[in-house]
C-alpha cells in the first residue's frame, strides 16, 4: 500500500515540480524577453486624514488660534525692585552746594533711567519666554490632534503648495505685463522671445538670461526693460525658492499668440 | 488528470506574468517631469508709439539759403512729417525739447564727423529715434541725405541718399517715408499711392479725379460732362475702369456704360454698354477679366467679362428679383465678395470667382454693402446701416471691418455731423498695406475724404474743398 502511495506520491511530486519549474521557466522568460511597462509610481494627488475628532478630557478646549496655556513662564533670576538709592550727602557739609544738588539730581535720574531699562528688559524677557511657551504647547496640541477640521498641507505636487505656486507665478506674469510697452511700429511684427529669470528668496531678479531671441533686438530690449522694471518682484513661496534661484524661471513673450488675423 | 494540472498551471503561468511589474522595472515618475520647471506665457502687452525726433531738414547746398531752397526744404519736411504723423507709430518730440539745437550740428553722430550731433542730450530729451536729412538744390536737381537713428542704442539703422527734379518734390518726400516705415516694421509704407474717386465739378455732373493719398495733387481724368462713377484700379495699378452715363442718341436717353482708362496713354475705351446697368467694376488679378453688375437680362447680376467687354459669363442669377451688386475681387482672385438683398436685406455675401459656393458672411445689420476685401485677403471692410438707438427712425452708415468667415466684426468710424446727428460713412477701401481704410463721410455737412487706421483708433481728413467725394478706391501699391 505504501509503495502504491509512494509511487503516486512520487509522481505528483514530479510533476508538481515540473509545473512549478514550467511556471518558473515562463516567467524569466516572459520577464527578459517581454518586458512589461514599468510600474510608475506617482505621488498621490492629495491624501487628506479626515475624522471627526475624538472627545479628549486631558488637553484644555482647544484654541488652535490664539493659545496661551496656563503655563509658568521661565524667568531668570531677576531682581524686580530698583536698586536701593545711593548715599544722599548730607546736606550739610557743601562746598559748593548748587553744583552737588545738580550732581545728585542728575545721578538718581540716571539710576532712575537704568532701573527702568531693566525693567523693560524683564518684561520683553518674560514675554517671549511665554510666547515660546505658548508655541511649544500649541505644536504639541498640533501633533496629536490629527482628526477634526485640519486638511494636510499635501506634497510638493499638490494641494495648498500648488495653489501658492500658481499664484505666484500670476502675479510675476501680472506684473511683468503691466510693464512691458514695446513699440507700436512692431504690434503686427509676430515676434516672439524666451528670457530665463533667476529670482533670489527676497524677489530680487539675480539675472536675465535671452533663451531664444526674437530676431529684432528692439523687441528684445522692450521685454528685458519690462522685466527690469518689475523688479523687486514679491518674494516667492518657499516652495519655490530653490527652483527660482537656480534653475530659474522660463518666461516666453508672445504678443500676438491671441491674434486671428 | 496531471495533463490537466499540468495545463492549468501553464495557463495560470501566462495570465499571471501579464501582470505589471513581474521583473518589470518599476520607476518613481520625477515630479519635475510633469511642470519641467517653472515657465509663464506673456501674451499681452501695451504697444505704445515710439517718440521721434523729427528736426527741419538742413540745407546742406553751397548756393546757401534762397526762398526757393528754404521753401522746398518746408515742403519736404511737411510731407515727411505728415506721413510719419498718419502711420500712427510715432509721438514726435517738441521742438523746444532739444537739449542740443539740431540746426547747429551736422547729420551724422559725433565720433563720425566733424560738428556731429551726440545722443546723450537726446535720451535725455526722451527720444527714442532720431531722423535727420539734409538737402540741396542743383538748378531743378533736389538730392536729399537721409539718416535714421536709434538713439535707445546710440546706432544708424538708415543712411541713404535720393535724388530727384525738384517737381517731384513730394514723391521724393513720401519715399523717405516709405523707406523708414519698411526699415522698421519690414512692411512698406503706402504713402506714395493714389486715390481715384468720383467727384462733383458741377451740381449736377460728376467726374472722376486721381489724387495723392494726402490730397494732393487732384487731377481729373474723365470729361463727360455727365456724371461718372466708381472707379476701380487694375492690380498693377496702370488702367482704371469707371462707370459713366453715356447719352443715346437713338433712344434718346442715357445708359450707365462701362469704361476703362489708360492712366499712362490716356486713352479711353468704351467696353459695355448693354443696356441697362453696366457698372460697380472690379478687376482680376491677371487684369484680363473684370467682374460687375449687369442688368440687360432683368436682374442687376454679377458677370465675369474680358477686359474688351465681348465674352460675357453669368455668376450670379437672382434668385428670384434679388439685386447682386457692387462686386469686389479678392488679391488672391479665388474668392468674390458682393452685396445682395437675395435674403430680404441688403448683406455682404463670398462666392468663389466662378459663380459657385455664395455665403452669407453678414446677418445682423439693416443694410450692408460696398465690401472690400483687404491685401492680405482676411477680412472685409463694408459700410453697414444702423439705427440711431436713441431715435430709431434714424438710420446711419457706418465702416466695419469683418473676418472673411464672418467673425470679428468690428465697428471703425461714430462720428457725428454739425448738426449732431450722425454722419454716414460710406465706401471704403483698404490701402495697400492694409494699414488703413478710406471712405467717404459727412461729418463736416458735405462728402469729404477720410481716412481711419484700421484698428479703428485714429481718423484723419484727407480733402478739405467744397466738392462732394463719392465711391473713392485706394489704389495698390506703386513701386
Known amino acids: ?261 | 488528470m496531471r495533463s490537466e494540472i499540468f495545463l492549468a498551471t501553464i495557463v495560470l503561468a501566462l495570465s499571471l506574468s501579464d501582470t505589471r511589474g513581474a521583473f518589470g522595472q518599476a520607476s518613481t515618475s520625477d515630479p519635475s517631469d510633469a511642470s519641467s520647471g517653472a515657465y509663464i506665457k506673456i501674451t499681452q502687452a501695451n504697444f505704445k508709439k515710439s517718440v521721434l525726433a523729427l528736426p527741419p531738414f538742413l540745407n546742406t547746398g553751397l548756393t546757401g539759403n534762397s526762398a526757393l531752397a528754404t521753401r522746398y526744404g518746408k515742403d519736404l519736411y511737411d510731407v515727411l512729417r505728415n506721413d510719419l504723423d498718419v502711420s500712427g507709430y510715432f509721438e514726435f518730440m517738441k521742438s523746444d525739447a532739444y537739449l542740443e539745437d539740431p540746426m547747429k550740428t551736422g547729420l551724422r553722430p559725433a565720433g563720425q564727423a566733424d560738428n556731429g550731433f551726440r545722443f546723450e542730450p537726446l535720451k535725455k530729451s526722451g527720444a527714442e529715434f532720431l531722423i535727420r536729412a539734409g538737402y540741396r538744390l542743383q538748378d531743378q536737381t533736389l538730392t536729399i541725405d537721409l539718416y535714421l537713428y536709434s538713439v535707445s542704442f546710440s546706432k544708424q539703422i538708415l543712411a541713404r541718399t535720393y535724388r530727384g527734379s525738384a517737381a517731384e518734390l513730394r514723391v521724393l518726400s513720401h519715399t523717405l517715408a516709405n523707406d523708414i516705415i519698411k526699415e522698421l516694421t519690414g512692411t512698406r509704407g503706402m504713402f506714395l499711392s493714389k486715390i481715384a474717386a468720383s467727384r462733383t465739378t458741377q451740381p449736377d455732373q460728376k467726374e472722376i479725379v486721381v489724387m495723392d493719398w494726402d490730397g494732393a495733387n487732384s487731377k481729373l481724368v474723365s470729361s463727360h460732362r455727365s456724371i461718372a462713377v466708381s472707379p476701380a484700379w487694375s492690380f498693377d495699378g496702370k488702367m482704371l475702369a469707371y462707370s459713366a452715363f453715356a447719352y443715346r442718341p437713338k433712344d434718346k436717353k442715357r445708359n450707365l456704360d462701362l469704361f476703362t482708362l489708360d492712366l499712362q496713354t490716356n486713352r479711353r475705351f468704351h467696353v459695355s454698354y448693354r443696356t441697362g446697368i453696366n457698372s460697380g467694376a472690379s478687376y482680376f488679378p491677371d487684369g484680363k477679366n473684370l467682374v460687375l453688375t449687369i442688368s440687360t437680362n432683368g436682374n442687376p447680376d454679377l458677370y465675369k467679362m474680358s477686359i474688351d467687354g465681348r465674352s460675357l459669363t453669368p455668376l450670379t442669377k437672382g434668385p428670384r428679383s434679388a439685386m447682386n451688386v457692387e462686386p469686389n475681387v479678392s488679391p488672391d482672385g479665388k474668392k468674390i465678395a458682393f452685396s445682395s438683398d437675395r435674403g430680404g436685406r441688403p448683406h455682404i455675401f463670398i462666392m468663389n470667382s466662378d459663380g459657385t459656393g455664395a455665403k452669407a458672411i453678414t446677418v445682423a445689420g439693416e443694410y450692408n454693402s460696398a465690401p472690400r476685401w483687404s491685401p492680405d485677403g482676411k477680412r472685409i471692410v463694408f459700410a453697414g446701416s444702423d439705427r440711431n438707438p436713441a431715435n430709431p427712425r434714424k438710420t446711419h452708415f457706418d465702416i466695419f471691418t469683418v473676418n472673411a468667415d464672418g467673425t470679428d466684426m468690428v465697428r471703425l468710424t461714430s462720428a457725428k455731423k454739425p448738426n449732431g446727428e450722425f454722419a454716414d460713412n460710406e465706401d471704403p477701401s483698404y490701402s495697400p498695406d492694409g494699414r488703413h481704410i478710406l471712405f467717404v463721410s459727412n461729418r463736416s455737412g458735405k462728402n469729404q475724404l477720410y481716412i481711419v487706421t484700421a484698428d479703428g483708433e485714429t481718423e484723419k481728413r484727407i480733402t478739405f474743398d467744397n466738392y462732394k467725394y463719392f465711391k473713392p478706391m485706394w489704389s495698390p501699391a506703386f513701386e
Open chain 1, 1 to 261: 500500500m505504501t509503495s502504491l502511495l509512494d509511487h503516486d506520491f512520487r509522481s505528483a511530486l514530479k510533476w508538481s515540480v515540473g509545473a512549478h519549474a514550467v511556471l518558473g521557466l515562463l516567467l524569466i522568460f516572459k520577464g527578459l524577453f517581454f518586458p512589461s511597462e514599468p510600474l510608475r509610481i506617482e505621488d498621490a494627488i492629495r491624501v487628506d486624514l479626515i475624522a471627526l475628532p475624538d472627545k479628549n478630557r486631558s488637553l484644555p478646549t482647544p484654541e488652535l488660534s490664539d493659545a496661551t496655556p496656563n503655563v509658568a513662564p521661565v524667568l531668570p533670576e531677576a531682581v524686580s525692585t530698583p536698586p536701593p538709592a545711593p548715599k544722599q550727602i548730607a546736606t550739610k557739609d557743601k562746598p559748593s552746594p548748587k553744583t552737588k544738588k545738580v550732581d545728585l539730581a542728575a545721578k538718581k535720574k540716571q539710576t532712575q533711567a537704568q532701573s527702568l531699562k531693566r525693567l523693560k528688559a524683564l518684561e520683553r524677557l518674560e514675554a517671549q519666554a511665554r510666547k515660546e511657551a505658548a508655541a511649544r504647547a500649541l505644536a504639541q496640541l498640533k501633533a496629536q490632534q490629527l482628526k477634526g477640521n485640519q486638511l494636510s498641507t499635501g506634497n510638493a505636487l499638490s494641494g495648498l503648495t500648488r495653489l501658492d505656486q500658481n499664484e505666484y507665478l500670476n502675479s510675476v506674469e501680472a506684473r511683468i505685463k503691466q510693464n512691458w510697452q514695446p513699440p507700436k511700429f512692431l504690434a503686427r511684427s509676430r515676434l516672439k522671445l524666451r528670457v530665463l529669470v533667476r529670482i533670489s528668496n527676497t524677489g530680487t531678479i539675480l539675472s536675465k538670461n535671452v533663451l531664444e531671441s526674437s530676431g529684432n533686438g528692439v523687441f528684445d530690449q522692450s521685454a528685458l526693460l519690462a522685466i527690469e522694471s518689475a523688479d523687486p518682484l514679491p518674494p516667492p513661496p518657499e516652495s519655490l525658492h530653490l527652483i527660482l534661484e537656480n534653475e530659474g524661471l522660463e518666461i516666453e513673450l508672445d504678443p500676438s499668440a491671441n491674434d486671428n488675423a
